[in-house]
C-alpha cells in the first residue's frame, strides 16, 4: 500500500451548527470554532472535518445547499472560513469541508432557472419528467418518506429528490454538472483545504431508464435501495471526479459509502481509489429494518464486535477505513452500542478503545471525547431533525401507540448527536449566552469539558491518551500499519485482537458488566492503557473488571 501523508492522523467532525456560539444568536459559527481551536490541537487533533457551512436553507441543516461559493450567514463570512483554514493551518491542523453534490438546494440558482425554463439548460441539471396525473415516474421512496417527485413550480414537469424536496438531484449524467461540481472543488481546493468528506456519494448513479420496482410497504413504494442495487457504472464517475480534482492536489476525500461489494474495496479506496478512505458504517448499520428504525433490531457486544471485524477483514492492508463510533446522523454511540444501564467512565472508554486502535483512521465526532450521551426525548415536539419526524410518522401508521413510536424513534434521532457541544457546566452547557437553537441535554452539568480538561481520569483524558499513543513514535508504525488480527473471537462479551506490525499489541475490552478471566499465551512486557488503576492478575491469567479495556504490549 501507497503511503500517504494522512495515514497516521487523528480526525474530529464539527457540527458547525452545534459546536460554539460565539455571538449569542444560538447558532455555532465559524468564529466559535476558531476560538476552539487550541481545544482541538491540545486533544491532539489533525484534521478537522466540518459539515456544511455553506450557504443554505437549512432544511436538512445545510446538506441543502444554495450556493457552494458562499458562506451561510448564520455561520459566518468567506473571510472567516479563510481565517479558520489559516488558523488552523498554525496548529498544524488541515480542514475538510462537506461536499455535497448529490443534490443541491432548490433555492439554488440552478434549480430557480429550471423551473423557469425547464426544457433549457439548468433543466437538464436535475432529472425532471412530465407530469402525469394520478400517477409517479416512478414508486420509489425518498429517505426522509414520501415519494421521491414532486411538482416542479410553476411547469407541468416533477422532480426527482432521493432526499427532502427541497434536495433536488442533480442529473450527473450531464458533463455540464460535472464541470460545475469540479470547478467548485477546486476552487476549494485551491483556498488551502485538506479535502473533503463526501455526502450520500453513491446516489449519484441512478438505473437508467428510471423504472418502477416491488414495492415494499403499504405505500406501495419502494426503498431507493433497489434502484442502486441495479445502478451500475458510478465508477465512471467517481473516477473523473479524482482525477479532475482530489488527485491533483494530494487532497484527503472521505466517501460515505454503504453499499460497496467486497470485490470493490479497492477500486474504492485502494491505491488510486476513488477516494482515500470511506466510513465503516458496519456497526451503524446492523439490525436495520426495510420497515423502519421502529423494526430494527438492538446490536449486542457481540454483533459489536463481528461488524468491526467483518469491516476490517473485507479491507484488509488493502486501503484504510475511516473509523467511527458515532457522527451527525444518528444516537450518540455510548448510548447505542454499551448495554442498556451500562453507560458509565469506563464502559465509554472501553468502547473509546476499541473502535479507536481498529485499523484505519479515527474519527471522533464533536462532544465523543466527553462521553455525550444521548437526548432523554419528553415528546415528539421537541424533536427537530426531519428524518426522525418522518420515522415518528411511520412507527405510529405501522400501529406503535405514540409512546412507543416515539421511544424507538428517539433510539436512532439524528438530534441525539445534534444538541450543543457541552463546554461548561454553566447555562445551556456554556454553547451560548443566547437561546440555543436545539435544548442541550440536560446532563451537562455532570458531563462538559471544562470539568473533564481538568480531570485525568475523565473519559477526554482517555481520548488524549489514546491519541498520544496512536501517535507516539514507538508505537506508532504498528498502530497506524499493523496488521489486524482476531484473538478469542468466540468468547463471549468479549472483544480482543492484535496490531502486529513492528511491535504486537493485544487491545482486549471485557464487554459487560461482570468480570471475566482471560489467558495471556506470553507474558505482557507493558500496559499500555488501562481504564482501572490496576490489573488483577494470577500469572498468565488476568481477571478484567467489567468494562476494562487494556492495551498491552506482548
Ligand atoms: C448524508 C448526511 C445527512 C444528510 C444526507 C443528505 O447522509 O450525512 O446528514 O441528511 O446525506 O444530504
Ligand atoms: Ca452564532
Not at 492522523?9 to 460565539?22: E, R
Not at 428510471?210 to 403499504?218: A, K, L, N, Q, S
Not at 439524528?414 to 457541552?422: E, I, L, S, W
Not at 514507538?474 to 484473538?487: D, H, N, Q, S
Request: aromatic letters at 12%; hydrophobic letters at 35%.
Amino acid at each position: 500500500m501507497e503511503r500517504k501523508w494522512w495515514h497516521d492522523k487523528v480526525a474530529y467532525q464539527i457540527y458547525p451548527k452545534s459546536f460554539y456560539d460565539s455571538n449569542g444568536d444560538g447558532i455555532g459559527d465559524i468564529p466559535g470554532i476558531i476560538s476552539k481551536l487550541d481545544y482541538l490541537a491540545d486533544l491532539g487533533i489533525d484534521i478537522l472535518w466540518l459539515s456544511p457551512c455553506y450557504r443554505s436553507p437549512l432544511a436538512d441543516q445545510g446538506y441543502d445547499i444554495s450556493d457552494y461559493y458562499d458562506i451561510d450567514p448564520r455561520f459566518g463570512t468567506m473571510e472567516d472560513m479563510e481565517r479558520l483554514i489559516a488558523e488552523a493551518k498554525k496548529r498544524g491542523i488541515c480542514i475538510l469541508m462537506d461536499l455535497v453534490v448529490n443534490h443541491c438546494s432548490d433555492e439554488h440558482e440552478w434549480f430557480k432557472r429550471a423551473c423557469e425554463d425547464p426544457d433549457g439548460k439548468y433543466g437538464k441539471y436535475f432529472y425532471l419528467r412530465d407530469k402525469k396525473e394520478g400517477e409517479l415516474p416512478t414508486n420509489w421512496r425518498s429517505y426522509f418518506g414520501g415519494p421521491v417527485w414532486d411538482d416542479l413550480p410553476d411547469t407541468d414537469k416533477q422532480y426527482l429528490h432521493v432526499f427532502h424536496k427541497k434536495q433536488p438531484d442533480l442529473n450527473w449524467e450531464n458533463p455540464e454538472v460535472r464541470e460545475e461540481v469540479y470547478k467548485n472543488i477546486n476552487w476549494w481546493l485551491d483556498k488551502g483545504l485538506g479535502g473533503f468528506r463526501i455526502d450520500a456519494i453513491i446516489n449519484i448513479k441512478k438505473a437508467l431508464p428510471m423504472h418502477d420496482y416491488e414495492p415494499d410497504r403499504e405505500d406501495g413504494l419502494c426503498s431507493i435501495h433497489a434502484m442502486l442495487q441495479e445502478a451500475e457504472g458510478i465508477g465512471a464517475f467517481l473516477g473523473e471526479m479524482r482525477d479532475r480534482t482530489f488527485k491533483k492536489y494530494d487532497a484527503f476525500s472521505v466517501g460515505e459509502v454503504f453499499n460497496e461489494k467486497p470485490e470493490e474495496v479497492p477500486d474504492f479506496i485502494g491505491d488510486n481509489g476513488y477516494f482515500s478512505s470511506m466510513f465503516d458504517f458496519n456497526e451503524a448499520i446492523f439490525g436495520r429494518s426495510g420497515k423502519g428504525w421502529y423494526d430494527a433490531a438492538p446490536i449486542t457486544p457481540d454483533d459489536y464486535k463481528k461488524c468491526c471485524f467483518a469491516a476490517q477483514a473485507k479491507v484488509k492492508n488493502v486501503g484504510f477505513l475511516s473509523n467511527i463510533i458515532e457522527n451527525h446522523d444518528g444516537s450518540r454511540g455510548v448510548s447505542y452500542y454499551i448495554p442498556e444501564g451500562d453507560c458509565c467512565d469506563e464502559s465509554k472508554k472501553m468502547l473509546a478503545a476499541l473502535n479507536f486502535l481498529l485499523r484505519g483512521l479515527p474519527f471522533i465526532y464533536q462532544g465523543q471525547e466527553l462521553g455525550m450521551e444521548n437526548v432523554p426525548f419528553a415528546s415528539i415536539d421537541e424533536v427537530d431533525d426531519i428524518s426522525t419526524l418522518d420515522e415518528y410518522k411511520v412507527a405510529l401508521e405501522a400501529g406503535l401507540p405514540p409512546e412507543e413510536a416515539l421511544k424507538a424513534v428517539s433510539k436512532f434521532s439524528r438530534d441525539n448527536a445534534r444538541t450543543p457541544m457541552q463546554w461548561t457546566d454553566g447555562a445551556n452547557a456554556g454553547f451560548t449566552t443566547g437561546t440555543p437553537w436545539l435544548k442541550a441535554n440536560p446532563n451537562y452539568p455532570s458531563i462538559n469539558a471544562a470539568a473533564q480538561v481538568q480531570d485525568a481520569d475523565s473519559v477526554y483524558s482517555f481520548y488524549k491518551k489514546l491519541i498520544a499513543l496512536r501517535k507516539d513514535p514507538v508505537y506508532k508504525e504498528t498502530i497506524v500499519y499493523g496488521a489486524l488480527e482476531p484473538v478469542w473471537e468466540e468468547r463471549h462479551n468479549l472483544m480482543a485482537y492484535y496490531r502486529k506490525g513492528e511491535r504486537t499489541l493485544l487491545v482486549v475490552g471485557n464487554y459487560q458488566r461482570e468480570p471475566q478471566e482471560i489467558a495471556l499465551p506470553a507474558m505482557y512486557k507493558s500496559v499500555l492503557l488501562n481504564n482501572y488503576k490496576d490489573i488483577a492478575q494470577d500469572k498468565g491469567t488476568i481477571r478484567l473488571q467489567g468494562y476494562q479495556v487494556l492495551v498491552l504490549e506482548m
